[in-house]
């Protein structure tokens, strides 16, 4: 068997040089790089991993301890935690402990042993503390999830759901409920324990006694959980609700009814407290009140990434997620539409995208629900302005899908309908929106006039292969004495996209280092916007436009170097073309609407799935992209139209939609680690919607807003030109600017309509 030595002497390298090479060294020059490589292939000579690991400060390992995966809110917590592990470069290890001391005990003494980097573990033995002290003065870096042991000096992250389960039973005592019964496993446990405090506090802030009979503890098991739920179901009086936390005990229930011969109708209510599934979202007689299990694992491997990087210098910390009560929609009346005319027509004008494909997809429980006729019209998204205007003032479509910078232009016009009174009837039927989305994709001179349909913002995509290559880490190091990493500035976005272009550099995995798209207007607009934003640029001052900045010449002459790291396509690219380069493995980096990248998962397409890394983009600064349903003003069916609306908007339809590729602006979706799965980046876009920015021009001085459409179709040829080489790229802003400063002016405004 080959060793070290035989490699060194082989590759006419010192033993150290191997060494140095094969622990990912960077000061190594890509001569002797080469040789040792080589030289370790002729020989077939594996290193030694339990070595290396001795020898590294890390072993990129991560176990991950828990009682079980068939509940859900525990495949959910595993599975999320793996995506984000897998982030950071770290391979997960998965032990279950089946509610079992001894096997967790062991488990924990196994992740010491190996040297694994960190545990997250939800522990079934909380009162261990003693256990938890030694493994912790061993160096074992442990951060319990879910379940808080006893000693509260430990790194702990957790929900805290009393005041959710104290408001929940209190909903359900004032929609006349009286017979609340609860089913939980062992009460030692956090969640469980916070669980039934607050359905105790609910019955005393009502002056109602806590009945015992009500009130069913079990093993975490199937089995324990249906003997008590056949229990509870088959006393002389049974609840008329009863409060759940974990799937097991939802179906327990469930299963009970049946084995029971329990009619529907006379059934118990199941009110459950735990993480939504797309897959559990239509059960009869089943409210379900979601947990946030992406948020509460996002928070925990962020804690456990910060104790392995500081180790004892980490403080101990604790840390609940507060969830707050919601209202019980469903103890309401469900208002359904009151169709006088069967058969009737609704007309709906969409975008040809994912989210048209979900709608005709689902339409028939539109129409079974009201009675109307859907029909639905699609346009391509380059068409889509041109085709709503030529429905100005007329009734023939009842809906209009709107791209968000088109809307004020729209509400000003009065093409569509205030919405202000349909929000009022019903103001928390939105209350799961994504923070900010309901006021940039709704609401115009202060009042409502659509509602958010999709949603996408711009992020970074990028091959997490080609950036892990420790060969491609040392030839980048030895270029620019850098470390490779994905880009934060967009200098640096080109210097790496010229890194990873073939003709630059010949060893280059990918032929190009990006893909681009500025054939069509909103293409080179939404790409240049934020290089534009990015190097402190504006495209107006709030009164005319700005765009012949230095600042803006720079960031055009910044993204028309790009160009020569991408296809020679890319000018006449769009985002579809863009995307298809990179699945097909062309390019190292994208930069594109998270919409647009639904294709990048799927097998079937692309060669780059489960290669793919995503992070915000250069300064952390985009461009806000989404759609929103508008009621036509001329419309006759107004009513109708608003109940399309708010079935194509609700939160069952919004995940549906998600999973179809119409990303829908609703937590319930973004939240839904299923959904996550198949679209690993959805937590990245929510969070870069924080800082994404819309498109807003200045106002003439009569109030009247400019053409969203005019503005992109005007700067969008600028950048072409430019990127092109048509024109120079002070030449083409300034002649954009000069137009579009003109078109402030009342009669070029009016020669341009």
């Known amino acids: 068997m080959a060793t070290m030595k035989d490699v060194a002497k082989l590759a006419g390298v010192s033993h150290g040089t191997v060494s140095n090479i094969i622990n990912g060294a960077k000061g190594v020059s890509l001569d002797k790089v080469k040789r040792v490589e080589k030289a370790m292939k002729e020989l077939a000579y594996e290193p030694n ?124 005592i004032e929609a006349g409920y009286r017979d609340i019964g609860i089913l939980l496993s062992p009460i030692q446990y956090t969640l469980e324990e916070q669980t039934f405090n607050g359905y105790v506090e609910a019955h005393r802030d009502h002056k109602m006694t ?77 409210i379900y009140v979601p947990h946030p299990y992406a948020k509460l694992t996002e928070i925990a491997a962020a804690m456990l990434f910060d104790y392995i990087e500081q180790g004892t210098d980490f403080p101990a910390d604790t840390v609940f997620l507060k969830l707050k009560s919601k209202p019980l929609k469903e103890l309401a009346p469900k208002q359904e539409i009151k169709v006088t005319e069967p058969g009737k027509t609704l007309r709906v004008l969409l975008t040809i995208d ?51 910078p088109w809307l004020a232009e729209f509400a000003q016009k009065g093409v569509v309908e205030n919405l202000d009174g349909y929000i009022a009837e019903d103001p928390v039927y939105y209350d799961d929106m994504l923070p900010s989305i309901f006021e940039k994709y709704s609401i115009r001179q202060g009042s409502v006039y659509a509602i958010p349909f999709t949603f996408c913002t711009q992020l970074l995509f990028y ?39 073939r003709k630059y550099n010949p060893d280059s995995p990918t032929e190009f280092g990006t893909t681009l798209g500025s054939r069509m207007s909103s293409g080179g607009v939404c790409e240049y916007l934020p290089r534009l934003w990015s190097f402190g640029g504006e495209v107006h001052d709030g009164t005319r436009f700005t765009l012949n900045s230095k600042q803006a010449v720079e960031a055009l002459e910044n993204y028309r170097e790009s160009f020569r790291y991408a296809s020679a396509e890319s000018c006449d690219n769009w985002w579809g073309e863009q995307a298809a380069e990179f699945r097909s493995g062309k390019a190292a980096m994208i930069t594109l609407f998270t919409d647009n990248m639904s294709t990048v998962t ?43 609306i708010r079935w194509a908007t609700d939160r069952e339809i919004s995940v549906l939609s998600t999973i179809l590729g119409g990303f829908a602006p609703r937590r319930t979706a973004m939240e839904n680690l299923e959904v996550a799965n198949v679209y690993p980046w ?72």
């Open 354 to 404: 994912r989210a048209r494909y979900a709608m005709e997809t689902m339409k028939s429980g539109f129409e079974k629900r009201t009675g109307f006729r859907l029909e639905i019209d699609a346009k391509a998204q380059t068409n889509m302005y041109q085709a709503i205007r030529d429905e100005w003032y007329k009734d023939r479509y009842d809906v209009f899908d709107v791209d968000i």
């Open 210 to 286: 806590v009945r015992q009979h009500l009130c069913a503890v079990s093993s975490y098991d199937r089995e324990g959980l249906l003997k008590e739920a056949i229990r509870l179901t088959a006393s002389g009086k049974p609840p008329q609700a009863i409060l759940v936390i974990c799937s097991q005990a939802m179906d327990a229930v469930l299963k009970a009814c049946e084995i029971l011969n329990i009619p529907k109708e006379k059934r118990p209510l199941i009110v459950a407290n735990m993480p939504t599934s797309w897959t559990l979202t239509a059960r009869d007689g089943v």
């Open 602 to 644: 799927e097998w079937s397409k692309s060669k780059v799935n489960g290669k793919i890394g995503f992070d915000y983009m250069p300064h952390k600064v985009s461009v806000d992209g989404g759609w929103a349903l508008a009621v036509n003003a001329y419309s006759r069916k107004k009513k109708a139209a608003l109940e399309f």
């Open 682 to 753: 959805l937590h990245r876009t929510v969070e870069a919607s924080g800082f994404g920015r819309m498109r807003e021009l200045p106002l003439r001085a009569d109030g009247i807003c400019l053409s969203e459409q005019m503005f992109e179709d005007i700067l969008g040829k600028a950048v072409y030109d430019a990127v092109t080489g048509k024109a120079e790229a002070y030449a083409a802003l300034t002649a954009a600017n000069n137009e579009l400063n003109a078109l402030l002016e009342e009669d070029e405004l009016l020669k341009a309509e």
């Open 49 to 172: 991993a339990i070595a290396r690991s001795l020898k590294l400060s890390k072993s990129m390992q991560i176990d991950v301890i828990l009682p079980n995966i068939v509940a859900a809110a525990m495949a959910q917590i595993y599975t999320n935690l793996s995506g984000l592990f897998a982030e950071r470069g770290y391979v997960t290890n998965l032990h279950i402990t089946n509610e079992d001391a001894e096997l967790e005990t062991r488990l924990l003494n196994m992740s010491l042993m190996h040297n694994v980097d960190g545990v997250m573990l939800s522990t079934c033995q909380p009162k261990n503390t003693g256990l938890f002290r030694r493994l912790a003065q061993s160096g074992l870096k442990i951060v319990f999830l879910q379940r808080q042991p006893d000693d509260e000096q430990r790194h702990y992250v957790g929900l805290d759901a009393q005041e959710q389960a104290r408001g929940t039973v209190s909903q359900l």
């Open 463 to 501: 091959r997490k292969d080609c950036f892990a290559d420790i060969r491609m880490q040392r030839m980048f190091y030895e270029q620019y004495k850098k470390e490779l990493r994905v880009p934060r500035t967009w200098e640096e976005f080109n210097r790496i996209a010229k890194f990873f272009t």
